[in-house]
Protein backbone atom coordinates (compact mmCIF):
# COMPACT_ATOMS: atom_id res chain seq x y z
CA UNK A 1 0.00 0.00 0.00
CA UNK A 2 1.12 3.27 -0.90
CA UNK A 3 2.54 5.60 2.16
CA UNK A 4 1.73 8.96 0.91
CA UNK A 5 -1.43 11.02 0.14
CA UNK A 6 -2.44 13.23 -2.60
CA UNK A 7 -4.14 16.79 -2.37
CA UNK A 8 -4.62 18.75 -5.31
CA UNK A 9 -8.45 20.15 -4.07
CA UNK A 10 -9.36 22.53 -1.21
CA UNK A 11 -12.26 20.93 1.06
CA UNK A 12 -15.62 22.06 0.77
CA UNK A 13 -17.85 24.24 3.18
CA UNK A 14 -18.83 21.52 6.08
CA UNK A 15 -20.93 21.51 9.30
CA UNK A 16 -19.86 18.69 11.41
CA UNK A 17 -19.96 16.99 14.97
CA UNK A 18 -17.08 14.68 15.33
CA UNK A 19 -15.27 13.26 17.99
CA UNK A 20 -11.55 12.78 18.29
CA UNK A 21 -10.08 9.98 20.25
CA UNK A 22 -8.46 9.57 23.64
CA UNK A 23 -5.69 12.25 25.16
CA UNK A 24 -1.97 10.51 24.49
CA UNK A 25 -0.51 12.04 27.83
CA UNK A 26 -3.48 10.73 29.83
CA UNK A 27 -3.66 7.17 28.02
CA UNK A 28 0.20 6.74 28.71
CA UNK A 29 0.14 8.13 32.60
CA UNK A 30 -3.08 5.62 33.25
CA UNK A 31 -1.61 2.92 31.89
CA UNK A 32 1.91 3.30 33.62
CA UNK A 33 0.22 4.08 36.70
CA UNK A 34 -2.53 1.37 36.75
CA UNK A 35 0.54 -1.16 35.95
CA UNK A 36 1.65 -0.25 39.81
CA UNK A 37 -1.55 -0.40 41.65
CA UNK A 38 -3.51 -2.89 43.60
CA UNK A 39 -5.60 -4.23 41.74
CA UNK A 40 -7.59 -4.20 37.86
CA UNK A 41 -8.24 -0.68 36.86
CA UNK A 42 -10.28 -0.50 33.05
CA UNK A 43 -10.09 2.77 31.14
CA UNK A 44 -12.72 3.21 27.97
CA UNK A 45 -11.70 5.26 25.32
CA UNK A 46 -7.89 4.52 25.94
CA UNK A 47 -5.94 6.02 22.56
CA UNK A 48 -5.31 3.15 20.71
CA UNK A 49 -2.38 4.54 18.92
CA UNK A 50 1.19 2.70 18.66
CA UNK A 51 2.73 5.27 21.43
CA UNK A 52 -0.35 3.45 24.17
CA UNK A 53 0.36 0.13 22.43
CA UNK A 54 4.61 0.78 22.78
CA UNK A 55 3.67 1.44 26.53
CA UNK A 56 1.26 -1.95 27.09
CA UNK A 57 4.29 -4.27 25.54
CA UNK A 58 6.38 -2.44 28.24
CA UNK A 59 4.47 -3.23 31.14
CA UNK A 60 4.00 -6.38 29.90
CA UNK A 61 7.58 -7.35 29.64
CA UNK A 62 7.74 -6.01 33.24
CA UNK A 63 5.44 -8.52 34.21
CA UNK A 64 2.38 -7.32 34.35
CA UNK A 65 -0.83 -8.62 32.71
CA UNK A 66 -3.29 -6.68 30.30
CA UNK A 67 -6.21 -7.00 27.97
CA UNK A 68 -8.25 -5.04 25.57
CA UNK A 69 -10.40 -4.72 22.88
CA UNK A 70 -11.45 -1.43 20.90
CA UNK A 71 -13.62 -0.24 23.52
CA UNK A 72 -12.28 -1.27 26.90
CA UNK A 73 -8.48 -1.83 27.96
CA UNK A 74 -7.85 -3.55 31.42
CA UNK A 75 -4.29 -3.49 33.05
CA UNK A 76 -4.04 -6.34 35.96
CA UNK A 77 -1.62 -4.18 38.42
CA UNK A 78 0.28 -5.81 40.98
CA UNK A 79 0.90 -3.00 43.65
CA UNK A 80 3.99 -0.53 43.84
CA UNK A 81 6.30 -3.12 44.25
CA UNK A 82 4.91 -5.67 41.36
CA UNK A 83 7.16 -5.03 38.61
CA UNK A 84 9.14 -8.51 37.45
CA UNK A 85 12.42 -7.62 36.82
CA UNK A 86 14.62 -9.56 34.67
CA UNK A 87 18.53 -9.67 33.76
CA UNK A 88 18.95 -8.29 30.22
CA UNK A 89 15.32 -6.73 29.76
CA UNK A 90 15.26 -4.48 27.01
CA UNK A 91 11.77 -2.01 26.42
CA UNK A 92 10.99 0.04 23.49
CA UNK A 93 9.61 3.10 23.53
CA UNK A 94 9.23 3.50 19.68
CA UNK A 95 8.03 7.03 19.06
CA UNK A 96 7.20 8.18 22.38
CA UNK A 97 9.66 10.92 24.28
CA UNK A 98 6.79 10.69 27.26
CA UNK A 99 6.91 7.00 27.18
CA UNK A 100 11.24 6.63 27.42
CA UNK A 101 10.98 9.58 30.17
CA UNK A 102 8.38 8.31 32.28
CA UNK A 103 8.85 4.94 31.76
CA UNK A 104 12.93 5.72 33.04
CA UNK A 105 11.36 6.93 36.89
CA UNK A 106 9.46 4.00 37.09
CA UNK A 107 12.26 1.09 36.72
CA UNK A 108 14.52 2.92 39.08
CA UNK A 109 14.49 0.14 41.83
CA UNK A 110 15.57 -2.50 39.30
CA UNK A 111 18.40 -4.94 40.81
CA UNK A 112 19.32 -5.65 37.13
CA UNK A 113 20.10 -3.63 34.08
CA UNK A 114 17.46 -2.75 31.24
CA UNK A 115 18.14 -1.40 28.22
CA UNK A 116 15.90 1.29 27.25
CA UNK A 117 15.71 1.58 23.39
CA UNK A 118 13.78 3.76 20.74
CA UNK A 119 12.72 4.15 16.83
CA UNK A 120 15.49 6.56 14.92
CA UNK A 121 13.41 9.72 16.00
CA UNK A 122 13.48 9.11 19.73
CA UNK A 123 17.17 8.32 19.80
CA UNK A 124 18.17 11.13 18.16
CA UNK A 125 16.11 13.17 21.37
CA UNK A 126 17.81 14.26 24.57
CA UNK A 127 17.48 11.82 27.79
CA UNK A 128 20.17 13.38 29.35
CA UNK A 129 17.84 15.82 30.47
CA UNK A 130 15.94 12.86 32.96
CA UNK A 131 19.07 10.63 33.51
CA UNK A 132 20.91 13.43 35.40
CA UNK A 133 18.30 13.82 37.72
CA UNK A 134 17.19 10.24 38.07
CA UNK A 135 20.85 9.75 39.12
CA UNK A 136 20.93 11.62 41.90
CA UNK A 137 18.69 9.10 43.14
CA UNK A 138 21.63 6.60 43.10
CA UNK A 139 20.72 5.36 39.89
CA UNK A 140 23.44 4.10 37.51
CA UNK A 141 22.98 5.26 33.82
CA UNK A 142 25.40 3.85 30.59
CA UNK A 143 24.36 5.76 26.86
CA UNK A 144 26.09 4.50 24.39
CA UNK A 145 26.00 7.85 22.16
CA UNK A 146 26.20 11.25 23.75
CA UNK A 147 22.82 12.04 24.74
CA UNK A 148 20.12 9.90 23.16
CA UNK A 149 19.25 6.08 23.12
CA UNK A 150 19.63 3.34 23.67
CA UNK A 151 20.53 4.01 27.25
CA UNK A 152 20.93 1.13 30.18
CA UNK A 153 19.47 1.39 33.26
CA UNK A 154 20.91 -0.25 36.66
CA UNK A 155 18.25 0.31 39.36
CA UNK A 156 19.04 0.64 43.46
CA UNK A 157 16.88 -0.62 46.29
CA UNK A 158 18.68 2.29 48.31
CA UNK A 159 17.25 5.41 46.77
CA UNK A 160 18.04 8.71 47.92
CA UNK A 161 15.13 11.07 47.58
CA UNK A 162 16.36 14.54 45.74
CA UNK A 163 15.64 17.83 45.16
CA UNK A 164 15.47 18.85 41.33
CA UNK A 165 14.81 21.76 39.50
CA UNK A 166 12.99 21.53 36.01
CA UNK A 167 13.42 24.71 34.43
CA UNK A 168 12.18 23.94 31.00
CA UNK A 169 8.74 23.53 31.36
CA UNK A 170 8.95 19.77 30.49
CA UNK A 171 5.85 17.83 31.90
CA UNK A 172 7.79 14.65 30.80
CA UNK A 173 10.59 15.50 33.15
CA UNK A 174 9.01 16.37 35.90
CA UNK A 175 6.43 13.47 35.16
CA UNK A 176 9.25 11.31 35.38
CA UNK A 177 11.07 12.36 38.61
CA UNK A 178 7.44 12.30 40.24
CA UNK A 179 7.40 8.42 39.22
CA UNK A 180 11.01 8.31 41.22
CA UNK A 181 9.43 9.69 43.86
CA UNK A 182 6.72 7.33 44.36
CA UNK A 183 9.08 4.71 44.80
CA UNK A 184 12.12 6.51 47.45
CA UNK A 185 11.94 6.83 51.31
CA UNK A 186 11.48 10.85 52.31
CA UNK A 187 10.90 13.75 50.50
CA UNK A 188 11.29 14.57 47.04
CA UNK A 189 11.19 17.99 45.90
CA UNK A 190 10.35 19.36 42.71
CA UNK A 191 10.14 23.18 41.79
CA UNK A 192 8.79 22.59 38.12
CA UNK A 193 8.51 25.55 35.63
CA UNK A 194 4.88 25.41 34.65
CA UNK A 195 3.62 22.70 32.84
CA UNK A 196 1.04 20.15 31.74
CA UNK A 197 -0.16 18.49 35.04
CA UNK A 198 -2.11 15.73 34.37
CA UNK A 199 0.55 13.58 36.50
CA UNK A 200 -0.37 16.26 39.84
CA UNK A 201 -4.28 15.62 38.74
CA UNK A 202 -3.92 11.86 38.95
CA UNK A 203 -1.46 11.91 42.00
CA UNK A 204 -4.42 13.86 44.32
CA UNK A 205 -7.06 11.71 42.81
CA UNK A 206 -5.54 8.79 43.74
CA UNK A 207 -5.03 9.94 47.13
CA UNK A 208 -1.17 9.65 46.57
CA UNK A 209 1.10 11.72 49.31
CA UNK A 210 1.76 14.80 47.31
CA UNK A 211 2.05 18.38 48.09
CA UNK A 212 2.05 21.31 45.45
CA UNK A 213 2.18 25.19 46.24
CA UNK A 214 1.53 26.90 43.14
CA UNK A 215 3.71 30.28 42.67
CA UNK A 216 3.43 32.77 39.66
CA UNK A 217 5.82 31.06 36.91
CA UNK A 218 6.61 27.38 39.25
CA UNK A 219 4.66 24.81 40.92
CA UNK A 220 6.68 23.53 44.21
CA UNK A 221 5.65 20.03 44.48
CA UNK A 222 6.96 17.67 47.25
CA UNK A 223 6.37 14.11 46.93
CA UNK A 224 6.79 10.89 49.39
CA UNK A 225 7.63 7.36 49.26
CA UNK A 226 3.97 4.92 48.17
CA UNK A 227 3.18 1.81 49.46
CA UNK A 228 -0.29 1.03 48.03
CA UNK A 229 -1.96 2.89 44.85
CA UNK A 230 -5.76 1.78 44.40
CA UNK A 231 -7.15 0.75 41.13
CA UNK A 232 -8.30 3.56 38.57
CA UNK A 233 -11.09 3.33 36.51
CA UNK A 234 -10.88 6.23 33.71
CA UNK A 235 -12.85 7.50 31.00
CA UNK A 236 -9.86 9.07 28.96
CA UNK A 237 -11.51 12.77 27.54
CA UNK A 238 -10.33 13.76 24.18
CA UNK A 239 -6.82 15.03 23.05
CA UNK A 240 -7.25 18.79 22.56
CA UNK A 241 -3.67 18.51 20.41
CA UNK A 242 -5.95 16.02 18.22
CA UNK A 243 -8.72 18.54 18.04
CA UNK A 244 -6.32 21.27 17.17
CA UNK A 245 -6.05 20.50 13.82
CA UNK A 246 -10.06 20.63 13.23
CA UNK A 247 -9.94 23.21 14.59
CA UNK A 248 -7.63 25.26 12.50
CA UNK A 249 -9.27 23.62 9.79
CA UNK A 250 -12.74 24.72 10.46
CA UNK A 251 -11.19 28.44 10.97
CA UNK A 252 -9.78 28.55 7.93
CA UNK A 253 -12.47 27.05 5.53
CA UNK A 254 -15.39 29.40 4.02
CA UNK A 255 -18.78 29.06 5.73
CA UNK A 256 -17.89 26.36 7.49
CA UNK A 257 -18.53 24.87 11.42
CA UNK A 258 -17.56 22.38 13.46
CA UNK A 259 -18.46 20.87 17.39
CA UNK A 260 -15.71 18.65 18.69
CA UNK A 261 -17.48 16.34 21.39
CA UNK A 262 -15.46 15.76 25.15
CA UNK A 263 -12.39 17.30 25.11
CA UNK A 264 -9.83 17.57 27.50
CA UNK A 265 -9.98 21.54 28.43
CA UNK A 266 -7.07 21.61 31.10
CA UNK A 267 -6.07 24.78 31.97
CA UNK A 268 -2.05 23.72 31.06
CA UNK A 269 -3.15 22.45 27.96
CA UNK A 270 -5.15 24.85 25.88
CA UNK A 271 -2.98 27.44 25.05
CA UNK A 272 -3.43 26.68 21.00
CA UNK A 273 -7.43 27.59 22.42
CA UNK A 274 -5.96 31.22 23.65
CA UNK A 275 -3.71 32.00 20.76
CA UNK A 276 -6.28 31.56 18.19
CA UNK A 277 -8.68 33.16 20.69
CA UNK A 278 -6.31 36.60 20.33
CA UNK A 279 -6.24 35.77 16.88
CA UNK A 280 -9.46 36.31 16.10
CA UNK A 281 -10.49 32.57 15.61
CA UNK A 282 -14.49 31.78 16.81
CA UNK A 283 -13.96 29.09 19.47
CA UNK A 284 -16.57 28.57 22.38
CA UNK A 285 -16.73 26.03 25.42
CA UNK A 286 -20.17 24.17 25.41
CA UNK A 287 -21.37 21.47 27.84
CA UNK A 288 -18.42 22.28 30.36
CA UNK A 289 -17.92 19.82 33.11
CA UNK A 290 -15.15 18.60 35.73
CA UNK A 291 -13.71 14.50 35.38
CA UNK A 292 -11.49 13.54 38.23
CA UNK A 293 -9.33 16.49 38.65
CA UNK A 294 -10.06 17.40 34.49
CA UNK A 295 -12.00 19.31 32.73
CA UNK A 296 -14.11 18.38 29.77
CA UNK A 297 -16.00 20.65 27.01
CA UNK A 298 -17.14 20.32 23.42
CA UNK A 299 -15.12 22.77 21.25
CA UNK A 300 -17.27 24.67 19.11
CA UNK A 301 -15.69 26.85 16.00
CA UNK A 302 -16.70 28.55 13.27
CA UNK A 303 -14.91 29.71 9.99
CA UNK A 304 -12.88 33.17 10.39
CA UNK A 305 -13.42 36.52 8.19
CA UNK A 306 -10.39 38.12 9.64
CA UNK A 307 -7.53 36.44 11.05
CA UNK A 308 -5.19 38.91 12.88
CA UNK A 309 -1.74 38.47 13.72
CA UNK A 310 -0.15 37.73 16.84
CA UNK A 311 3.28 38.38 19.17
CA UNK A 312 2.77 35.43 21.12
CA UNK A 313 3.52 35.83 24.68
CA UNK A 314 5.99 33.12 25.51
CA UNK A 315 4.04 32.59 28.71
CA UNK A 316 1.26 30.79 26.21
CA UNK A 317 4.14 28.76 25.33
CA UNK A 318 4.07 25.80 27.25
CA UNK A 319 0.28 24.92 26.98
CA UNK A 320 0.35 25.24 23.40
CA UNK A 321 3.64 23.56 22.74
CA UNK A 322 2.50 20.67 20.36
CA UNK A 323 0.05 22.29 18.77
CA UNK A 324 2.26 25.39 17.14
CA UNK A 325 2.75 23.70 13.82
CA UNK A 326 -1.16 24.33 13.31
CA UNK A 327 -1.34 27.56 14.52
CA UNK A 328 1.69 28.36 12.35
CA UNK A 329 -1.01 28.02 9.43
CA UNK A 330 -3.22 30.42 10.84
CA UNK A 331 -0.64 32.89 11.38
CA UNK A 332 0.27 32.43 7.73
CA UNK A 333 -3.12 33.83 6.89
CA UNK A 334 -2.84 36.92 9.20
CA UNK A 335 -3.17 40.27 8.57
CA UNK A 336 0.15 40.96 9.40
CA UNK A 337 3.51 39.54 10.77
CA UNK A 338 2.99 37.28 14.06
CA UNK A 339 6.07 36.33 16.29
CA UNK A 340 6.53 33.48 18.47
CA UNK A 341 9.59 33.13 20.45
CA UNK A 342 11.11 31.07 23.06
CA UNK A 343 10.42 27.85 20.80
CA UNK A 344 14.28 26.01 20.94
CA UNK A 345 11.90 22.83 22.97
CA UNK A 346 9.86 22.74 19.32
CA UNK A 347 13.33 21.59 17.80
CA UNK A 348 13.26 19.14 19.97
CA UNK A 349 10.27 16.98 19.37
CA UNK A 350 9.85 14.04 17.18
CA UNK A 351 11.30 16.26 14.34
CA UNK A 352 13.18 19.61 14.62
CA UNK A 353 9.58 21.19 13.92
CA UNK A 354 10.69 24.74 14.37
CA UNK A 355 12.72 23.86 11.16
CA UNK A 356 10.04 21.82 9.11
CA UNK A 357 7.36 24.47 9.98
CA UNK A 358 9.66 27.26 8.49
CA UNK A 359 10.65 25.18 5.40
CA UNK A 360 6.80 24.53 5.05
CA UNK A 361 5.76 27.47 4.86
CA UNK A 362 8.16 28.70 2.22
CA UNK A 363 7.48 26.09 0.05
CA UNK A 364 3.77 27.58 0.26
CA UNK A 365 4.88 30.92 -0.64
CA UNK A 366 4.67 32.52 2.61
CA UNK A 367 8.42 34.19 4.31
CA UNK A 368 9.27 33.66 6.98
CA UNK A 369 12.54 35.18 9.66
CA UNK A 370 13.82 31.61 11.38
CA UNK A 371 16.28 31.76 14.14
CA UNK A 372 16.94 28.69 16.17
CA UNK A 373 14.38 29.57 19.23
CA UNK A 374 11.90 32.36 17.31
CA UNK A 375 9.88 32.47 13.99
CA UNK A 376 8.30 35.38 12.79
CA UNK A 377 5.87 35.03 9.85
CA UNK A 378 4.34 36.91 7.49
CA UNK A 379 0.30 36.48 7.04
CA UNK A 380 -1.01 37.29 3.49
CA UNK A 381 -4.96 36.85 4.16
CA UNK A 382 -4.81 36.50 0.38
CA UNK A 383 -2.98 33.37 0.35
CA UNK A 384 -4.60 30.83 -1.89
CA UNK A 385 -1.72 27.71 -3.06
CA UNK A 386 -1.71 27.18 -6.87
CA UNK A 387 1.88 25.18 -6.91
CA UNK A 388 2.80 21.61 -6.50
CA UNK A 389 4.50 20.85 -2.76
CA UNK A 390 6.04 17.66 -1.61
CA UNK A 391 6.78 16.91 2.01
CA UNK A 392 8.69 14.35 2.60
CA UNK A 393 12.20 12.74 5.34
CA UNK A 394 10.70 14.60 8.04
CA UNK A 395 11.50 11.50 10.43
CA UNK A 396 7.42 10.39 10.38
CA UNK A 397 6.73 13.21 12.50
CA UNK A 398 3.33 12.57 13.01
CA UNK A 399 2.39 16.15 13.45
CA UNK A 400 4.28 17.58 10.73
CA UNK A 401 2.08 14.84 8.70
CA UNK A 402 -1.33 15.92 9.95
CA UNK A 403 0.03 20.11 9.61
CA UNK A 404 0.73 19.68 5.79
CA UNK A 405 -2.65 18.25 5.08
CA UNK A 406 -4.90 20.43 6.91
CA UNK A 407 -2.67 23.28 4.74
CA UNK A 408 -3.36 21.54 1.61
CA UNK A 409 -7.14 20.95 2.43
CA UNK A 410 -7.69 24.77 3.52
CA UNK A 411 -5.33 26.48 1.51
CA UNK A 412 -4.82 25.07 -1.81
CA UNK A 413 -2.17 23.46 -3.85
CA UNK A 414 -1.23 20.53 -5.39
CA UNK A 415 0.24 18.61 -2.05
CA UNK A 416 1.69 15.00 -2.02
CA UNK A 417 2.60 14.34 1.55
CA UNK A 418 4.59 11.00 2.71
CA UNK A 419 4.76 8.76 5.65
CA UNK A 420 0.93 8.46 5.70
CA UNK A 421 1.63 5.85 8.08
CA UNK A 422 3.38 8.21 11.17
CA UNK A 423 -0.21 8.91 11.89
CA UNK A 424 -0.91 5.74 13.86
CA UNK A 425 1.50 7.17 16.33
CA UNK A 426 -0.89 9.52 18.42
CA UNK A 427 -4.04 9.89 16.03
CA UNK A 428 -4.65 6.43 13.77
CA UNK A 429 -8.29 7.89 12.73
CA UNK A 430 -7.28 11.48 11.65
CA UNK A 431 -8.06 10.77 7.78
CA UNK A 432 -11.47 8.55 8.52
CA UNK A 433 -12.40 11.64 10.10
CA UNK A 434 -11.58 13.75 7.59
CA UNK A 435 -13.13 11.65 5.41
CA UNK A 436 -16.45 11.80 7.26
CA UNK A 437 -16.13 15.78 7.22
CA UNK A 438 -15.76 15.80 3.31
CA UNK A 439 -19.23 14.02 2.96
C1 LIG B 1 4.07 15.53 27.11
C2 LIG B 1 4.84 16.63 27.36
C3 LIG B 1 5.39 17.50 26.32
C4 LIG B 1 4.69 17.26 24.98
C5 LIG B 1 4.53 15.80 24.68
C6 LIG B 1 3.69 15.14 25.75
C7 LIG B 1 3.59 14.72 28.26
O1 LIG B 1 6.77 17.21 26.15
O2 LIG B 1 5.39 17.89 23.94
O3 LIG B 1 3.91 15.60 23.43
O4 LIG B 1 2.67 13.90 28.08
O5 LIG B 1 4.11 14.90 29.37
P1 LIG B 1 7.91 17.91 27.08
O6 LIG B 1 7.71 17.42 28.45
O7 LIG B 1 9.22 17.45 26.50
O8 LIG B 1 7.70 19.37 26.92
Redesign the pocket.
Known amino acids: MSNFITIKKKIKKFDKTISVSGD??LS??WVLISSIANGVSSAKNLLMSEDVLAAIKIIKKLGIKVSYNKFLCKVYGKGVDGYKYKNNLILNAENS??LG??ILGLIINSPYAIKLIGDESLSKRDFKRITEPLSKFGVEFKFKKKNGLPVTVKGTKNLNPINYLEN????????SIMFAGIRTFGKTIIKAKK??N?TELLFKYLKLPIKIKSKNKYDLIEIKKVENIKPLNYIIPSDI?SAAFFIVLTALTKNSKITIKGVNINPSRVGVITILKKMGINIIYKNKKKYKGEQIADICVTSSRKISSINCPIKLN?GA??EFLIIFLVAAKANGISYFKNLS?LN??ESPRLKWASKILNLMGVKTILTSSSIKIFGNPELDIRKKIVIKNFLKDHRVFMMSVIAALSLGGNWIIHDKDSINTSFPSFLNILNNIKK
Open positions: KSIRGTRLRGSAQCKSSRHSSIDEKK
